[in-house]
């Protein structure tokens, strides 16, 4: 019934949420035999094995299938109305530090993939979108998320939310960095990926996004182990929420907010034209050289602040011309 309604990525999580969680519980059960006590017993003993995020998943999903099978009229009565979400144990948050983002930054040499990580790291893009981008997304100081990318397949049009179609600022001492790699990028054409790989079997020679986690594991991966970042603190998930959590140091709460695009604001065709308030911008670019500052060398003043690998990358530059 809901299934349509989801993005492939929300899908897939989702089923197989139903399934680990409620569907191996139950499979053998009639629906009609399931009551109260069946279904926060499942949740209690979920939450003696999981973190909060999962078990709050199952409470939701649970509580949607039964409201669903009253209303299909498969059962009379809904006892999942009843139930609680139980206390589960704290969820672990990490966030990475200025010198581990400095470092990781510092010792990529690619410029398509320190471009990529600084956009996960300056502009909090989530994963779908940052491996969604198309050249057209880049307005120079700002990006606009055109399209999504998941497991490799481009979703044009498709986007988390209204509110994610709002500008992404990129930080003054990141501009640098995506001007080189749009320099350097075989084809940036409007709609050409800005970070492409080329796809394999049936789509063999094409160029297609890049999945995220191969990305990470073979080009990322190894730099973090030889710098002794721990790899869970590499995610894209993290450097977002890294970014939200520093920005409410550097600016207001509806900074951050701005930045993130959890405001519930729709937007209207003119979406392409939206300019970066000032506030949001001196937000992001405090956060920005705040974490650059700490090595060494990176700055004189902020207004001629550049970030790291940039002068590296314009002698490449130099090079290919």
């Known amino acids: 019934m809901?299934?349509?309604?989801?993005?492939?990525?929300?899908?897939?999580?989702?089923?197989?949420?139903?399934?680990?969680?409620?569907?191996?519980?139950?499979?053998?059960?009639?629906?009609?035999?399931?009551?109260?006590?069946?279904l926060q017993t499942l949740l209690n003993n979920l939450a003696e094995k999981y973190s909060e995020s999962i078990?709050?998943?199952a409470f939701v999903n649970l509580r949607s299938v039964m409201k669903m099978a009253q209303k299909l009229k498969f059962i009379a009565d809904n006892p999942g109305e009843e139930t609680k979400m139980p206390a589960t144990r704290p969820v672990e948050r990490p966030t990475m530090t200025p010198g581990q983002i400095n470092s990781l930054?510092?010792?990529?040499?690619?410029?398509?993939?320190?471009?990529?990580?600084?956009?996960g790291l300056f502009c909090a893009t989530r994963t779908s979108e940052t491996f969604g981008l198309q050249w057209k997304s880049y307005l120079g100081d700002r990006l606009m998320i055109h399209?999504?990318?998941?497991?490799?397949?481009l979703y044009r049009g498709q986007v988390k939310t209204d509110a994610s179609r709002s500008a992404v600022p990129i930080p003054d001492d990141i501009m640098p960095i995506?001007?080189?790699?749009?320099?350097?990028?075989?084809?940036?054409?409007?709609e050409a990926l800005m970070f492409p790989t080329f796809g394999r079997d049936e789509r063999k020679g094409q160029k297609v996004p890049r999945r995220a986690k191969n990305f990470l594991k073979w080009r990322i991966y190894p730099i973090a182990d030889r710098l002794?970042?721990?790899?869970?603190?590499?995610?894209?998930?993290?450097?977002r929420r890294t970014l939200g959590t520093d920005l409410q140091k550097h600016g207001t709460m509806k900074d951050a907010q701005s930045v993130l695009r959890h405001a519930s604001i729709k937007t209207t065709a003119d979406v392409y034209v939206q300019q970066i308030p000032e506030s949001v911008r001196a937000a992001i670019n405090s956060r920005t050289r705040a974490i650059l500052a700490k090595q060494p060398g990176v700055f004189t003043k902020p207004e001629s602040a550049t970030c790291p690998n940039v002068s590296q990358l314009e002698k490449a530059v130099n090079a290919s011309a």
């Open 147 to 153: 399209s999504t990318a998941y497991e490799g397949e």
């Open 178 to 190: 995506v001007e080189t790699w749009r320099r350097l990028c075989p084809d940036s054409s409007p």
């Open 55 to 57: 078990v709050k998943h």
């Open 228 to 239: 002794k970042i721990p790899r869970v603190l590499v995610t894209f998930q993290v450097m």
């Open 105 to 119: 930054i510092g010792a990529i040499e690619n410029p398509h993939d320190l471009c990529l990580m600084c956009i």
């Open 2 to 38: 809901r299934r349509g309604q989801w993005r492939r990525a929300t899908r897939d999580k989702t089923e197989f949420e139903i399934n680990k969680y409620l569907v191996e519980e139950f499979k053998t059960v009639p629906l009609r035999t399931i009551g109260l006590f069946e």
